[in-house]
């Protein structure tokens, strides 16, 4: 019964219920699928160390653990409170007693019937065809990932398979996508260039340093509901995000200075790693270490340049943290999820960056100065107002919605006296509001260069025609 109403529902909203409109899953949306039942019984087993914990599901499709009563919605939650321990894939981890299944299993189970549902229906609608191809191509990976041989591919293209070009509004839905499916990619995508190559796994499975919390960690622990509405709120920009983790340039200690200066000749870099394998940093050469070591030494090798003063930050690090280490040092160099030195970024990326995010606030900012100047001196506040559908005092009030309703107006138009095209300048002031939206967003990808060129071009027209006649 519970499976007709999800097929009515899906064939009365159009649409379909795929990944239950583009959320995480919840052991409710089992219990109402009819796959799991009301006190059924939930176990963990840590074989490692010999210990179970047992919960129950409740009516309301909450886990309550036993004993003590403690009721979460989310099976993560339950686990991590249930084992004291700091992480865990709740999903995973739980096992169906009576199904000899892990919930995992079950959640698998709920987005197969429902895309095969979806699949089954008439009158099909275009998003569920994209659902289902989604729905394939996640499930693959899934089998992958648990042969041990996960899927490899580029944020930008994983970002694709949504139909996205960046990680802007559909973020939440690709998170929720991915974790339906019990996958994570390594490195978070969130955090690394859209050109990096992440892996599309599994969560790991427990580790020692994931595995315990003190007394005192617990109530911590016990406080928050798990991320199943849409995952942490991340919008930073991490160290990751300027370095694609390919790897860096590097020489041994041992190396004679004559290879050191020559790769950074040729590379234009202001420094090198000095690695004895990828894991093992020794430190640094760099033009002034380097003309140290002559200076004092005039056969000197790269041993004797070597300056072991380096910072190493995760590539998850939030980049603001590590602002005061670069003013200092000019470089830190990167991790990656394996710990392996796998990037460098110098103060000369953070400035690049910066550059590639504040562009398109000054031209906005230009860009709406100017028409607000336009409009001011061609208009009176009050003559204005019926276009805004509100209360206008002043023209400081006007955003680019009120600028598209003036000029939209065939006579509002007139009164300017510009030789151009109402239509095709409105459709581009249109374009330019969809820009101005995705940039206040503030995610960490840096908006387009095309984007960027369309908003100087219309300002350099503005400034051309901003005299009214």
Request: overall charge negative; hydrophobic content about 40%.
């Amino acid at each position: 019964m519970a499976d007709e109403t999800m097929v009515g529902q899906h064939e009365a909203g159009g649409r379909s219920m795929y990944l239950i409109g583009g959320r995480r899953v919840r052991v409710s949306d089992l219990l109402d699928a009819g796959l799991v039942q009301a006190d059924t019984k939930l176990r963990f087993e840590r074989n490692r160390i010999g210990v179970t914990y047992n919960a129950t599901v409740t009516e309301k499709g909450r886990i309550r653990l036993e004993p003590g009563g403690e009721e979460f919605r989310s099976p993560s939650r339950a686990a991590m409170v249930a084992a004291g321990m700091r992480a865990v894939d709740g999903w995973r981890a739980w096992q169906v007693v009576d199904q000899e299944r892990l919930l995992d299993a079950v959640r698998q189970e709920l987005l197969d019937r429902t895309i095969s549902r979806a699949a089954a229906a008439a009158n099909q609608q275009t998003e569920d065809t994209e659902r289902q191809r989604i729905h394939a191509r996640l499930r693959r990976a899934r089998m992958r990932a648990d042969e041990r041989d996960p899927e490899r591919v580029s944020v930008r293209d994983l970002l694709a398979l949504w139909g996205a070009k960046d990680r802007g509004d559909q973020v939440s839905q690709i998170e929720a996508d991915l974790a339906n499916h019990g996958l994570l990619t390594s490195p978070s995508f969130r955090a690394v260039t859209l050109d990096t190559v992440v892996s599309l796994t599994t969560p790991p499975d427990e580790t020692e340093e994931a595995a315990t919390v003190g007394p005192s960690e617990m109530d911590d622990l016990a406080v928050a509901e798990d991320d199943e509405e849409g995952g942490d709120l991340n919008v930073r920009l991490t160290v990751g995000n300027l370095s694609p983790l390919l790897g860096v340039e590097s020489v041994g200690p041992n190396s004679p200075l004559e290879e050191a200066i020559t790769k950074m000749l040729l590379n234009d870099f202001s420094q090198l790693a000095i690695l004895s394998g990828p894991r093992n940093l020794r430190g640094a050469v760099t033009w002034r270490s380097i003309a140290q070591s002559i200076h004092q030494k005039p056969d000197a090798s790269v041993a004797d340049a070597i300056d072991p003063h380096v910072e190493v930050v995760p590539y998850d690090r939030d980049l603001f943290e590590v602002l005061p280490t670069l003013q200092q040092r000019d470089f830190v160099f990167v991790l990656d999820e394996s710990k392996a030195i796998k990037g460098i970024v110098t103060t000369a990326d953070v400035a690049q960056r910066y550059g590639e995010l504040a562009t398109p606030f000054f031209q906005l900012g230009e860009l709406e100065e100017t028409l607000r100047w336009i409009l001011s001196r061609s208009f009176d506040a009050e003559t204005i107002r019926p276009f805004c559908n509100r209360q206008i005092e002043s023209f400081d009030q006007l955003t680019i919605g009120d600028y598209l309703r003036v000029l939209e107006n065939k006579d509002a138009w007139g009164r300017l006296g510009w030789p151009l095209d109402r239509s095709a300048f409105v459709a581009r002031l249109e374009t330019i509001r969809v820009i101005r939206n995705k940039v206040m967003h503030f995610h960490p990808d840096p908006v387009p260069e095309d984007a960027v060129d369309t908003l100087r071009r219309f300002n350099r027209l503005l400034h051309q025609y901003r005299d009214p006649a």
